[in-house]
């Protein structure tokens, strides 16, 4: 009987200690490359865009608006503090106004809100109306107005008498263009000091119609 013999093996023998081995370029092998470094790049700037369209979203139309200032002095030195549209004006916000114009009006700390009117009923342009009272005297109000709203991006059109509800008194009116694609329009209405000494004050926020 003939007994098999063992197939010669085609596998080198491993190298010695003391060889030196050498690569062969006919028969590389390639690590495959990680693909975690650039694919956590891609996320990271897929993340970035997204917080940028959050962030320009909050500040052309929705989100919750943030009142850039907490205080401001106005011309005879008395340092006012304020209090956000998004609290003074709660009455009359629904889904309008829009979120940069809220974060753009104040009123000063400590005024009460006594009534608002909402003359639009959701059926036209925005137009509704919040009345206060304020421990400062009447100019002062005018004045804060004067200098409050400049700074938070909006154009003064008028100062002179005005006329709000069928109460009359001193008017600081401005505008402002907003991201929803409509300019808008505040009207303070500053009335007398009463002989209680608190002043009477109305504020008019309006969206113009396309046509103005």
């Not at 639009?120 to 009345?131: C, E, F, I």
């Not at 206060?132 to 400049?150: A, E, H, N």
């Not at 402002?176 to 608190?198: I, L, M, Q």
Request: hydrophobic fraction near 35%; glycine fraction near 10%.
């Amino acid at each position: 009987m003939t007994i098999p013999t063992e197939a010669p093996s085609h596998r080198p023998d491993p190298p010695s200690e003391d060889e030196e081995t050498s690569v062969d370029p006919e028969h590389r092998v390639y690590q495959r490359v990680s693909l975690r470094g650039p694919a956590s790049i891609v996320l990271g700037i897929a993340a970035f865009i997204l917080v940028g369209g959050i962030t320009a979203s909050i500040l052309t139309g929705g989100g919750n608006p943030v009142l850039s200032l907490h205080s401001i002095r106005i011309p005879d030195g008395t340092v006012v503090q304020l209090t956000p549209a998004t609290t003074a004006l709660k009455p009359i916000i629904s889904s309008e106004p829009p979120a940069d114009i809220l974060a753009a009006l104040a009123v000063p700390v400590g005024s009460v809100s006594h009534h608002f009117v909402n003359i639009d009923q959701n059926q036209v342009q925005y137009d509704r109306t919040v009345s206060f009272t304020t421990g400062l005297s009447s100019d002062q109000v005018v004045d804060f107005y004067r200098t409050l709203l400049p700074r938070l991006g909006w154009s003064i059109l008028y100062q002179g008498q005005g006329t709000s509800n069928g109460v009359s008194g001193t008017e600081v009116l401005a505008r402002r263009g907003s991201g929803d694609g409509f300019y808008w329009e505040v009207g303070a209405v500053v009335s007398p000091a009463t002989n209680s000494g608190v002043t009477p004050f109305t504020l008019v926020l309006f969206e113009q119609s396309s046509e103005e």
